[in-house]
């Protein structure tokens, strides 16, 4: 099957700081990523999707200025956390869309951020 | 109005029961309805798959999505303790992102 990649698994970092995530498609080339941040108990909720190549498109109340997203090639996307604060703590989930069947989202493991 | 409504739960069943998880919509134009399981602090894995309407049956899970009511379901057989974890429906229309119900938490005893 499918296989989404992301590292890290699970970051501390002090506020301020930035924090860059890596969500790979391992034996696919997926011409679209989306970017997902789940709270506990809550479902996801997608904060932008990037096609390779292109600039990202964010979800409204999405700040793109503090979640960069680039997605250089059809394997990787990254998304990072730029001044984090504790409030940014959370669970973030990569899905990539398989380039043959476009309609299929495979996921990530996840990141789990915590901004001290 | 919420476009995908789905019942928290918890739900709690023992070992070999039959589960029905549901979801309802709101978009008619919704083509694509996916269930995900979800285990603690885990990404979501895709279970089944579903375009239009009809049963799909994979294994000890079927789903069944009925257009016309906009209503789905995951009904999962001869429950087992390792189904336990977190159940997600996603629908979509094409070339969108999926949009996710609040998913329903199993818990099966053995």
């Known amino acids: 099957g499918a296989v989404v990649s992301q590292h890290p698994s699970r970051v501390i970092c002090k506020s301020g700081t930035s924090v860059k995530i890596e969500c790979r498609s391992l034996?696919?080339?997926?011409?679209?990523m989306f970017w997902y941040r789940q709270f506990p108990k809550q479902s996801l909720m997608l904060m932008a999707t990037?096609?390779?190549?292109?600039?990202?498109?964010?979800e409204q109340g999405v700040e793109k200025d503090k979640f960069l997203i680039n997605h250089a090639s059809l394997t990787l996307s990254t998304l990072t956390v730029t001044s984090a604060h504790p409030e940014d703590s959370s669970f973030y989930i990569c899905?990539?869309?398989?380039?043959?069947?476009?309609?299929?989202?495979?996921f990530g493991p996840g990141t789990r951020l915590t901004v001290l | 109005q919420k476009e995908v409504e789905q019942d928290p739960g918890p739900l709690s069943v023992p070992e070999g029961a039959i589960v029905s998880l549901n979801c309802t919509y709101s978009?008619?134009?919704?083509?694509?309805f996916m269930w995900y399981r979800q285990y603690s602090r885990k990404g979501p894995e895709l279970l089944m798959y579903?375009?239009?309407?009809g049963n799909k049956e994979d294994g000890r899970f079927t789903a069944q999505v009925d257009k016309s009511s906009k209503y789905i379901s995951l009904f999962i057989r001869d429950s087992q303790p390792s189904d336990s974890a977190t159940y997600l429906c996603a629908m979509k229309q094409a070339g969108t992102a999926l949009i996710f119900g609040k998913g329903t938490t199993l818990s099966v005893s053995s």
């Open positions: 579903t375009y239009s309407s």
């Open positions: 034996d696919f080339q997926a011409t679209t």
């Open positions: 990037s096609n390779e190549g292109s600039k990202a498109t964010y």
């Open positions: 978009n008619s134009a919704f083509q694509y």
């Open positions: 899905s990539a869309g398989d380039r043959v069947l476009p309609d299929t989202q495979y």
